[in-house]
């Protein structure tokens, strides 16, 4: 069984564009998670997916961030325009149909210049 | 609100030596906890967890116990390898869908 794949694993970007992260979940999966770690504090919750609806977008720090999920199966997270503090590493999981059932995924570093 | 309180690293260790990373909790409710682990260029994976008072999770030679009356999960085990060279996070989870993780330890073995 494939894991959770994100990519790019590394972004560089400068202040005031955009950047698009993607993450695959394991197939079947309908939860769908975003997390994110800035530098040295803790990973915190974005939002959550179930298959194509947000269930729980509290996570999300104002609207310069936008997630999607098309047709319930990958998901896409814009940031834009980005800001330097939007560097951080950004994770996403998935479950079938537990939460405590999460598989991460390895990460995007995002670094913003 | 929820938050874990996660012993700040980094911890460096000598291989065989015994491990403790310190992790406390604040709640509503009865949260489960967690610990997760990520090695270098690797995701999160699950290491143990526990889903209720004086439960004790157990894998790959690490033991937490949960203690309600303290309000800990702390990390142990008894002689770390250098493979165990890697991030933890501390977590919990109450009712709702997400994790609350702590600031992550970061614990390098040397041989």
């Known amino acids: 069984e494939a894991g959770v794949t994100q990519f790019p694993s590394h972004s560089v970007i400068e202040k005031g564009q955009t950047v698009t992260l993607r993450c695959d979940p394991i197939s079947g999966h309908d939860n769908l998670y975003w997390y994110r770690r800035v530098m040295g504090k803790e990973i915190k919750f974005l939002l959550h997916f179930v298959k194509e609806s947000k269930q729980d977008e509290s996570g999300m720090p104002n609207n310069r961030f936008l997630a999607e999920r098309t047709g319930g199966t990958y998901s896409t997270l814009k940031v834009q325009p980005a800001e330097l503090e939007d560097s951080g590493v950004y994770f996403c999981?998935?479950?079938?149909?537990?939460?405590?059932?999460?598989?991460f995924g390895s990460g995007t570093r995002l670094t913003v210049v | 609100g929820d938050s874990v309180t996660q012993m700040e690293g980094p911890v460096t260790l000598s291989e065989e030596a015994f491990l403790t990373i310190n992790c406390t909790y604040t709640?509503?409710?009865?949260?489960?906890l967690f610990w997760y682990v990520q090695y270098p260029g690797e995701g999160l994976q699950l290491l143990l967890k526990?889903?209720?008072?004086?439960d004790k999770g157990s894998n790959k030679g690490f033991e937490a116990t949960y203690r309600k009356e303290t309000t800990s999960f702390h990390l142990e085990k008894g002689s770390v390898q250098v493979s165990d060279s890697a991030v933890y996070f501390c977590?919990?989870?109450?009712?709702?869908?997400?994790?609350?993780f702590g600031t992550g330890t970061r614990l390098t073995v040397i041989p």
């Open positions: 526990a889903t209720k008072a004086d």
């Open positions: 709640a509503t409710g009865y949260p489960s």
């Open positions: 999981a998935s479950s079938h149909n537990s939460p405590r059932g999460y598989t």
């Open positions: 977590a919990l989870q109450t009712g709702a869908n997400n994790l609350f």
